[in-house]
């Protein structure tokens, strides 16, 4: 695994989608960074500081959010000379986001007065009143054909579903929640799953046409949903809730498969691997922690050389983990499922409990089992899939880089001075890694693994 040098930033990086460019933010300055050279290949000085960054679906533009200021300012990467500002006046601008078809941009008021979609072809703009959530709330299908948008009106929340090519309103119609919190569309658009505030639980999946096709409420007096995450293949739907428990919950029959709970106290007779990180310094030997032959191996090889802070041990069960119980009498404990994601193949699905923060959970949904348990020293502040094979990079703010397959897991230095990682990224293939420490950010080549089909949780 190779590195860059370090670059400054303040703010977001984020990779275009078409992998060719990369966008950072220095205080009010915006570069443009080519991904093969690193090169600055533009360079857009905005009004003030930049709060986020967005790029378009076709990697022709980007825009740039400033909190200080209710304003955004959009940029052309191949026309530098276009420039575009919006201003919607006393109403001010909570978030911005692009259309799918990256010539549209939709801004949502202060004070969730009205959401407007700004047309960059002509002066025309949409108005929609009441969106329910500056941020949330908003979900484009995957064809970018049509919207969906939660609005409140006389006490009721509404999806409202928009034509992405006139902005008009197709249809309305009103969902039985109580404050509702966020909604996505499935993988392929055929459905559209709504969940409640944390105060009721509540998750419900309608057709586009309004037909309720699942109301689904696993317990009642307590704080309910946390997080919810559609598998990439559609079959499945991950539920996260306050109660320390990953329910998924089968599409074709919309019943729950499996109901998997988060212990700290993981016992003998689980199938778990459970790879604990250890404090000692010397050479990292993963012989140990192969699970089986694989072709994965060469890549293991390439990181057993040299020297590294720390290494993965494989823990012998029972294992007691971490355990932080969350202050009853404040807001918002911290306790539930909090981080989950899919892989790219629908077969593992990872989670962290609030009140562990330093355990990641692998669940295989093949064999409806524990997979692997990686027990870190510090909070991990995030884990992201490969997006192209069973690969999953985690960081918990530290000078190492952390990486799980189905074979082991082994641990990266990160050869910065005073570099310590607190989010992390991939580009589109796989090839890539953006890793950011406060004030900087490096990329990280990684090698390319075959395809994730190719492996089994039985071999």
């Not at 259309?99 to 941009?105: E, F, L, T």
């Not at 996505?184 to 639980?201: G, K, R």
């Not at 790219?344 to 064999?367: C, E, G, K, N, P």
Request: aromatic share 12%; with cysteine.
């Amino acid at each position: 695994m190779e590195f860059t040098e370090a670059y400054k930033q303040t703010g977001p990086c984020s990779f275009s989608p078409n992998d060719r460019y990369i966008a950072s933010a220095l205080d009010y300055r915006l570069f443009i960074r080519d991904t093969i050279s690193f090169k600055v290949v533009q360079l857009f000085s905005c009004l003030d500081k930049i709060s986020y960054i967005q790029w378009a679906n076709d990697s022709e533009y980007v825009l740039c959010g400033l909190h200080k200021r209710p304003t955004i300012q959009a940029w052309s990467i191949n026309q530098p000379e276009w420039t575009c500002k919006i201003d919607d006046g006393p109403a001010g601008i909570a978030y911005a986001r692009w259309s799918p078809d990256s010539r549209h941009i939709l801004t949502t008021s202060d004070f969730h007065l009205r959401l407007t979609v700004w047309s960059l072809l002509s002066t025309a703009f949409v108005h929609i009143k009441g969106p329910k959530h500056p941020i949330k709330g908003v979900s484009f299908t995957q064809d970018g054909k049509f919207a969906a948008i939660c609005t409140r009106r006389d006490c009721k929340d509404y999806i409202n579903l928009l034509s992405c090519d006139t902005w008009g309103v197709m249809r309305d119609f009103a969902i039985d929640t109580l404050d509702f919190a966020d909604m996505a569309w499935s993988p392929d658009d055929s459905a559209i799953v709504i969940w409640d505030s944390p105060l009721e639980y509540k998750v419900l999946v309608y057709s586009p046409d309004g037909r309720c096709l699942l109301k689904y409420q696993a317990y009642e007096s307590g704080l309910g949903v946390k997080s919810i995450s559609w598998s990439p293949c559609g079959q499945f739907l991950a539920v996260g809730s306050y109660d320390q428990n990953l329910r998924v919950i089968n599409r074709l029959t919309w019943k729950v498969c499996a109901d998997f709970t988060h212990l700290s106290n993981v016992r003998g007779s689980s199938c778990a691997v459970v790879f604990k990180e250890d404090d000692e310094q010397h050479q990292l030997d993963i012989t140990g922690l192969r699970l089986d032959d694989d072709p994965y191996d060469r890549n293991f090889a390439d990181v057993s050389e040299g020297e590294f802070g720390v290494r993965y041990e494989v823990a012998e069960l029972p294992v007691m983990l971490p355990f932080q119980k969350p202050a009853m009498d404040k807001p918002n404990p911290k306790q539930g499922i909090g981080l989950m994601g899919w892989s790219s193949d629908s077969q593992y699905v990872f989670t962290r409990d609030d009140t562990m923060l330093t355990a990641l959970w692998i669940w295989d949904i093949r064999q409806l089992q524990l997979a692997a348990i990686l027990v870190q020293k510090e909070s991990i502040k995030a884990a992201v899939w490969d997006p192209t094979s069973c690969r999953l990079a985690v960081c918990t703010g530290s000078s190492q880089l952390y990486m799980w397959t189905p074979c082991g897991a082994y641990c990266v230095g990160i050869p910065l001075p005073h570099f310590n990682i607190i989010d992390l990224k991939w580009n589109s293939d796989g090839s890539c890694l953006l890793l950011k420490d406060k004030e900087s950010f490096c990329f990280a080549a990684v090698p390319v693994l075959q395809d994730s089909s190719d492996y089994s949780s039985e071999d």
